[in-house]
Structure formats: C-alpha cells, structure tokens
C-alpha cells in the first residue's frame, strides 16, 4: 500500500493560491490519488481524484507528474471557509477490495 | 436524498457496557468501512466490509466488532474490552467497480463516563 507524506500544517491569507505536495514515492500501476477534505466534527468530502497529468472541476486542481511519485492539490483563491485538514490518498478504489488509509493530513489555517 | 445516516450523534457510555453505533447507506454502495479519529489525528481503519456476510479487520480492530447482513447497514459495536473508546466514530462507504472515492457520514461522537 502507498505511503503518503505531505506537511503537517500550512498557513495562507484570504485570496492566495494554496499548494498542498503529496508525496508517494510507491505508488502503483492501478493508483489513483484521491483528496480530501475536512472540517471539524464532520467527515471528510471529496474534492478531486485523478490518475495522471491535471485535473480541475470547480474546487480545485491536481497536478501529477509524469512519474506519479508525488502530486499537489492546488486551491485557487482561499478563503476563511477553506480552513480545514486536507488528506492525500493513494489507492486503487475501483473494486473496494482493500481499504485506504488516511494520514493525519495537512491542515490548512487561513488567515483574513 | 442519497446519503449515509449515522446514529446518534453523540453517544455517552459507561465504563464496561457495549455500545452500537449506527450506519445507513441508501447509495447501493457495495462496501463500507469504519474509522476512528482521535482529537488532531487523522482517521484509523477499524473494520471493512466489501460484500453482505462478509467484513475484513482493519488497523485498529481489537474491541469492536461488525456486521453486515443486509447492504444497507453496517452497525460497529464497541466492546467492554476497547480501552479507549472516547472518540469520533466516521462510517463510510464506495461503490466498486469505478475508481470513486468514499462517502462518508457525519460521524458520531463516543464519550465514555
């Protein structure tokens, strides 16, 4: 099973771009990189998943170099409401045969 | 509404009783999974279960068991032998065959007095 490290705290002010690297130096042929968030008390949301090379929807972005050993989840503009612990997954989820295991995250202060 | 529901919320158990938390799923999902979260920690796997009657130990499975006998439901208990039950309690559940990532509840909280 793939290994994530990714920081363990991140600091920014309302209307930055966030960078989050994940690194997973072991990652597998059927992975897949999958982010989450998540506010206290709650549980986590999917924000984006991707395979290779970019992906945006309205969130967020997801850049993944060619050799897959690392990604970064991009936000475009925080704001306060950004405020929360973002966890890096590598797995492959398509047949639920084995469950993924989640970090502690990076957790993401931002600042007015 | 799709979703996963979670009973009850906040949960308050004595020292050396058993306790069931909840999970529904009206997704069609076909595996679901419990996790543990401690306070500033990520999330710990407890049990999985890919299929009805069948579920597979995760992590940190010692002092809880599962069940899963309709697709629907996936109840946890926690055990008298868990030693350090307080703590927030995530159900969650995929659908296989497509790489989509979990779905989550709202969690409950355990508290033991």
């Known amino acids: 099973l793939a290994k994530t490290t990714q920081p363990i705290s991140m600091d920014s002010y309302e209307g930055q771009e966030v960078n989050i690297t994940c690194s997973h130096n072991?990652?597998?042929?059927?992975?897949?990189i999958t982010w989450y968030q998540q506010f206290p008390s709650q549980g986590p949301r999917f924000i984006i998943q991707g395979y290779k090379t970019k992906v945006t929807n309205e969130v967020a972005s997801l850049f993944i170099p060619a050799d897959r050993k690392s990604s970064t989840l991009s936000l475009p503009r925080v704001s306060l409401s950004d405020t929360a612990v973002y966890y890096c997954l590598v797995g492959d989820m398509r047949t639920g045969r084995r469950a993924l295991t989640f970090g502690s995250g990076t957790r993401l202060q931002v600042q007015p | 509404d799709g979703g996963i529901t979670q009973s009850p919320k906040y949960l308050f158990r004595k020292e050396g009783q058993n306790v069931t938390l909840s999970c529904e799923q009206n997704l069609n999902h076909d595996a679901m999974y419990w996790y543990r979260q401690d306070p500033g920690q990520g999330l710990r796997l407890i049990y999985y279960s890919q299929i009805v009657n069948d579920f597979q130990k995760g992590d940190i499975a010692e002092g809880y068991s599962v069940s899963r006998e309709k697709k629907e439901s996936f109840p946890l208990t926690v055990t008298s032998a868990q030693k350090n039950p307080t703590a927030f309690y995530l159900c969650a559940s995929s659908i296989g065959g497509t790489p989509y990532g979990y779905t989550f509840g709202s969690g409950t909280r355990l508290t033991v007095v």
């Open positions: 072991n990652i597998a042929t059927n992975d897949y």
